[in-house]
């Protein structure tokens, strides 16, 4: 889906290059050598410790 607003349509960026879709999340995976679901368990991770205050880990 675009990722960030939950439409379901896996690469629709609804004419908008800020919103985050499936390809980006691809591309994160590949250059990161690993898989789309860890990017987005990743990105999870970041958003709940960045808003406790708390660090993300190191690449």
Do not use: F, L, W, Y
Not at 11 to 32: F, L, Q, S, V
């Amino acid at each position: 889906m675009c990722t960030s607003c939950g439409c379901g349509e896996a690469n629709a960026d609804h004419g908008n290059k800020d919103h985050i879709t499936m390809d980006d999340i691809e591309r994160a995976a590949k250059a990161a050598e690993i898989t789309p679901e860890q990017v987005a368990k990743n990105i999870q991770k970041t958003v709940e410790q960045t808003e406790t205050g708390g660090k993300a880990g190191k690449c």
